[in-house]
């Protein structure tokens, strides 16, 4: 009965913990994102200033697809500011099997750079992902720190 009891305050505490990403507009099913040096059982996401953030996210598309696009932005009060992307082509430089088609699990994988020029600041991160008519597969938002 203790066994149990701890096994599940483990996991209200680690729930409470949790980075939560919050959808903002995604049509995509089945969104899975995991974030490099960010753990689980964290509430902020924090990137070290001068070093690359690694990002996965696995997802079931609802329609099909062509080609698609990845955006990332900060929120810095009501402002939103893109984060400069040198191959925001996901299909060749984010790994995913373009056309995608709906109903087929698709995984984009890759790396963003955390520049020593960025503010140090806490802010809200937005990883869009769009197919080529501007359709949002994807939009989840998390907070984060640039330290």
């Known amino acids: 009965m203790q066994g149990s009891l701890l096994f599940l305050l483990l996991g209200v505490l680690s729930a409470v ?4 990403f919050k959808d903002c507009g995604s ?3 089945n969104i899975n994102i995991k974030i490099g040096g960010c753990p689980d059982a964290v509430s902020v996401c924090r990137f070290p200033s ?4 690694s990002i996965e996210a696995t997802f079931t598309p609802r329609s099909s697809f062509q ?7 900060a929120s810095v009060g009501v402002i939103n ?6 191959f925001p082509e ?6 995913l099997k373009c056309p995608g088609k709906a109903g087929l699990p698709q995984t984009l994988r890759g790396e963003v750079s955390v520049e020593s020029s960025y503010p140090k600041i806490k802010t809200e991160v937005t990883l ?3 197919d ?3 359709e949002t597969l994807i939009c989840k938002s998390f907070p984060a720190e640039i330290k």
């Open 67 to 73: 080609e698609a696009t990845i955006k990332l932005a």
């Open 17 to 20: 913990n949790a980075v939560i």
């Open 50 to 53: 001068g070093q690359n953030a």
């Open 128 to 130: 869009q992902l769009f």
């Open 27 to 29: 049509t995509a099913k």
């Open 81 to 86: 500011i893109d984060f400069p992307m040198k």
């Open 132 to 134: 080529e008519k501007g």
């Open 90 to 95: 996901a299909c060749s430089h984010w790994g």
